[in-house]
């Protein structure tokens, strides 16, 4: 019997571990390329980068086309060689428009020149994270926090150790078990360059007890390893999130506004690390992903495509839709936020889209709260739900605050297991942008 780490609270959403996965988590990465790619500059926390080539730019693979602006700002690479054909305003996620870089792919697969430090056991810890930021790497699960910012440890904090979040408690996504599945050496080889960047004792690869093969994958792999090790978790929802993962894996808490770095630990996700090794050993910036297609596409799918390419041309892989499609989410159905339409691009933090159908469980009204405390159950930093909602209701943003708002992972537990289906974390991420306005000025 293998042990199980957890966390309180926290749910089982239907098919997190069977049924939404089932279509995909069987079918091994497919490499997709399309004709051209939609390269928005505003893919990552941040300011948008500032693009850097112009129509009729002839541009090679793995170029530098958008350069970081401030602080959090990412550098962006074209993800295939060709012509730039348009920089333009696009519509993309969140239904705002932002600079986009669309590039016709020649199919030459003309690669800039790259410069790599070879094995992350030999080279230099220093090069690391200068590594990570020159490859415009930020968190592939789904927040695109700049990389380089969370390996760069401030003054006066240690991290003993880095997790790697093998977990992929959202519902649908098979994009990381895949990739444990099939390619466990690159992980494994970021997370030592980044133990060794940080000078971290101990790395853990932390994984969902519903994925077997997975674990068993990475432990052959990690096998003689420096200070690795693999640690299973229960599957629930929401495990992969960074606090709830590291209460399970170190049993340490990260306080009230708090960081990792401040109970001594990094997490990264599974395809994050996976690209910081591209990155410090061959000098590949990130380019592409693993994205899970599934839900009402005929063919669903687990596809590397270039980063730019759009929904419609990975559906079209997919052998299409197989009926209308009702909604589009990118991302799983926990946490994914709905897409525009299919001209939206995968960008670096996309792991899944889903295509929903008339057949989606219809939207539900919501009846008023009968104390029944489920929500709190649930809740995976001890919130009260509830009477967050009946403040933000009676507009006594105060009041929300006073009972911790702004601690709301936005993992949606709360409404899931609702049985009056209240609209919970909504009005939460609301309440939480609107104070985080106020605090600002
Ligand atoms: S209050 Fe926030 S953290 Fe707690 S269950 Fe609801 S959405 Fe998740
Ligand atoms: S779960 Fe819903 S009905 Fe029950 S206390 Fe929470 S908000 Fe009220």
Not at 337 to 347: I, R
Not at 355 to 360: A, K, S
Not at 406 to 423: E, K
Request: with cysteine; net charge neutral.
């Amino acid at each position: 019997m293998l042990p199980k780490r957890t966390f309180r609270g926290g749910i089982h959403p239907l098919g997190s571990s069977g049924g939404s996965k089932k279509p995909t988590k069987g079918k091994k990465i497919v490499e997709f390329t399309p004709e051209s790619v939609v390269i928005p500059m505003a893919m990552h926390m941040g300011a948008p980068s500032k693009p850097i080539v112009k129509k009729g730019d002839k541009v090679k693979k793995g170029q530098l086309i958008g350069e970081p602006v401030g602080f959090l700002g990412v550098a962006v690479h074209s993800s295939v060689s060709g012509e730039v054909i348009a920089i333009e305003k696009r519509m993309q996620l969140g239904a705002t428009q932002c600079d986009c870089v669309v590039i016709n792919n020649d199919f030459a697969d003309d690669w800039v020149e790259l410069s790599g430090h070879g094995n992350v056991e030999a080279c230099d810890p220093d090069v690391v994270v200068p590594s990570v930021k020159e490859a415009g790497i930020c968190g592939e699960g789904g927040a695109a926090f700049p990389t380089h910012i969370k390996l760069s440890v401030p003054s006066g904090k240690k991290c003993d150790t880095v997790i790697i979040n093998g977990a992929e408690c959202e519902t649908y996504m098979t994009c990381d078990h895949r990739l444990m599945l099939e390619e466990p050496g690159r992980i494994i080889d970021g997370l030592r360059a980044v133990m060794r960047a940080v000078d971290a004792q101990k790395g853990i690869i932390a994984i969902e007890d519903n994925k077997r093969d997975a674990i068993a994958a990475m432990r052959e792999t990690a096998r003689g390893r420096i200070g690795v090790s693999v640690e299973v978790l229960k599957a629930k929802y929401p495990q992969g999130s960074e606090k709830q993962i590291i209460q399970a894996v170190c049993g340490r808490e990260v306080p009230t506004g708090g960081l990792p770095i401040d109970v001594g630990a990094i997490v990264l996700n599974a395809s994050t690390a996976a690209s910081i090794a591209d990155a410090v050993i061959y000098g590949i910036p990130l380019i592409s992903r693993v994205v899970t297609v599934t839900g009402s596409v005929k063919s669903p799918a687990n596809l590397r495509v270039p980063i730019g390419t759009i929904v419609e041309d990975m559906v079209s892989a997919c052998d299409g839709y197989v009926t209308d499609p009702k909604k589009i989410i990118m991302g799983g159905a926990m946490t994914g936020l709905c897409a525009y339409d299919h001209s939206v691009s995968v960008t670096k933090g996309t792991g899944g889209v889903v295509i929903f159908d008339e057949h989606m469980p219809e939207h539900r009204e919501e009846s008023p709260c009968i104390r029944c405390g489920k929500c709190v159950d649930v809740c995976p930093v001890r919130l009260n739900p509830y009477l967050i909602r009946k403040y933000i209701d009676k507009n006594d943003l105060k009041a929300a605050e006073d009972e911790h708002v702004m601690d709301c992972l936005l993992c949606g537990s709360c409404s899931y297991a609702c049985p009056s289906y209240r609209f919970l974390n909504g009005f939460f991420k609301i309440a939480k942008e609107r104070i985080a306005k106020a605090r600002k000025g």
